[in-house]
T-cell receptor
Framework: NAGVTQTPKFQVLKTGQSMTLQCAQDMNHEYMSWYRQDPGMGLRLIHYSVGAGITDQGEVPNGYNVSRSTTEDFPLRLLSAAPSQTSVYFC???????????????FGPGTRLLVL | DQQVKQNSPSLSVQEGRISILNCDYTNSMFDYFLWYKKYPAEGPTFLISISSIKDKNEDGRFTVFLNKSAKHLSLHIVPSQPGDSAVYFCAASDYYGGSQGNLIFGKGTKLSVKP
């Protein structure tokens, strides 16, 4: 199993550009989520999904869109990048996620994004 | 307002000694707590967890203690090894309280274990 994979590892964008951060997992996990990590801020939840076709907002959803057309993939879209979106982005997944209550989330290696 | 607090940004410990990392929380509805370890340029990896019905959970060198009345948990690493040097995140979830089990993270504590 590859676990949770993320591409690209690093990206530089100009303000106003759009891009999609890819996330895939091969563990048949129902729950997937996106976090951003900023210096001194810990990890903050952007969006999450409890299964294919179902998504919901987390703590910091503004400026980001998600969709979940398959169990394996959960892309994060930046429609118009802003310098405030410079961060490290982590995707995570767990077997059944919030509806079982006590599940361990497995994280990908992260995407480092710089918006100029 | 922060619901999960790790008030020590960093901790330095000698190899072989005990490392104690602390975490406080404000939401009494939290019912599951986890510790993650993160090395630079890698994603967080799960370390150990504890349910609110327990006050201690042990896994090898790692032990987590939960004090519900004080809304406090701690991670003990004994003995500490240089490979334990990483950032440690405390996380909590409250499935029945409305967060649907999504994890809420503290800001992390950077542990340095010196040989």
């Amino acid at each position: 199993n590859a676990g949770v994979t993320q591409t690209p590892k690093f990206q530089v964008l100009k303000t106003g550009q759009s891009m999609t951060l890819q996330c895939a997992q091969d563990m048949n996990h129902e729950y997937m989520s996106w976090y951003r990590q900023d210096p001194g801020m810990g990890l903050r939840l952007i969006h999450y999904s409890v299964g294919a076709g179902i998504t919901d907002q987390g703590e910091v959803p503004n400026g980001y869109n998600v969709s979940r057309s398959t169990t394996e993939d959960f892309p994060l879209r930046l429609l118009s990048a802003a310098p405030s979106q410079t961060s490290v982005y982590f995707c995570a997944s767990s077997y059944s996620g919030p509806y079982r209550g006590h599940e361990t989330q497995y994280f990908g290696p992260g995407t480092r994004l710089l918006v100029l | 307002d922060q619901q999960v607090k790790q008030n020590s940004p960093s901790l330095s410990v000698q190899e072989g000694r005990i490392s104690i990392l602390n975490c406080d929380y404000t939401n009494s509805m939290f019912d599951y707590f986890l510790w993650y370890k993160k090395y630079p340029a890698e994603g967080p990896t799960f370390l150990i967890s504890i349910s609110s019905i327990k006050d201690k959970n042990e896994d090898g060198r790692f032990t987590v203690f939960l004090n519900k009345s004080a809304k406090h948990l701690s991670l003990h690493i004994v003995p500490s090894q240089p490979g334990d040097s990483a950032v440690y995140f405390c996380a909590a979830s409250d499935y029945y309280g409305g967060s649907q089990g999504n994890l809420i993270f503290g800001k992390g504590t950077k542990l340095s274990v010196k040989p």
